[in-house]
Structure formats: structure tokens, C-alpha cells
């Protein structure tokens, strides 16, 4: 059992709260290439649901560093979003991508590092990138040398206006 696992098990109370701190060894450990660090507190409310379900709310506030899809220079953005999953106990494991997570009920446990990374990176804007004046001169200058990267800087402008 890992740092960012419940035990539905050991879940007693009517409502329970959990919070894991999602720092540079998360984000390291992810192995991705969209999330390059980050500083986000998620915050897991657990409450008992109907038909032996639980309910889950995560609640994520802090910055991830991404590149700029402009300059591949490091971007910081904020996050600040609110998740909601259900939980309930079966034969095997399934996740299906909607909001039901059935688990073993021999197990009791769930890991939620993936689930949480993937919410993170969900919340994050289609496009980052700095403000035109903020980007790398240097990658601006390297893109200025192609005919398609001029088509793909006045594509920048305009999304920018």
C-alpha cells in the first residue's frame, strides 16, 4: 500500500478526510512528459453512499509546471478544481473512465495516484502557454526560421487577441 491509497476497509465514521500532498517525487514518479513538477494539496472527502457505495470528492488547489506549447520553455499554472468518483465494492477491479470505480471487495483499497494525475492534467487548459512577450526569444527566434513556423506565429497572434 502506497501514500496515495485508502483502505475503504478501515473507514468507520460516516465522512472521512484525507489529504496528500502531490510534490516533485509525485510528479517524478508518474513518468510523464505533459506534468513536468507541480505543488498540489488534494484534498479526498470520503462519505458513505447508497447501496454500500462511497462517495468521493477530491478537491485540488496549487501549480503544476508544464511546458508552453509555444516555446517549450517551463510554464506555471494554477489548479484549482473539484472531482467527483463513486466507489463500491465488487468481484474485480474496474474503472471504465466514468465517475464508478468498482474494487475488489477482498481488497478494500484503492490507489489513487493515477486517478489523480489524470484529474490534474484534465483540469489544465487545452492550451498553455506564456504571453507572447514571455516566451523563449531564443525558440521564437529558432521557430522565425521556418515558413510554417510564421504560419503557426500569426495562428499564435490571433489566439492571443
Known sequence: MNAYTISFKSIKQDEETFEFPL???????????????????????????AGGTFELELDFQ?????????????????????????????????????????????EGTLDLSEIMYELVLFSLPFTCKHPI???????????????????DADEWEEDEE
Open 133 to 151: 512577450d514571455e516566451c523563449n526569444p531564443e525558440m521564437l527566434k529558432y521557430l522565425a526560421g521556418s515558413e510554417e513556423a510564421e504560419e
Open 62 to 106: 496549487g501549480t503544476v509546471s508544464v511546458a508552453c506549447h509555444r516555446c517549450t520553455a517551463p510554464l506555471t499554472v494554477d489548479v484549482d478544481s473539484v472531482s467527483e468518483l463513486v466507489v463500491k465494492y465488487g468481484d474485480e477491479y474496474l474503472d471504465n473512465g466514468d465517475d464508478l470505480i468498482i474494487i475488489p471487495e477482498r
Open 23 to 49: 510534490d516533485s517525487g509525485f510528479w517524478k514518479r508518474q513518468e510523464s512528459d505533459e506534468i513536468l513538477d507541480g505543488d498540489v494539496m488534494a484534498i479526498v472527502h470520503v462519505a458513505h453512499g
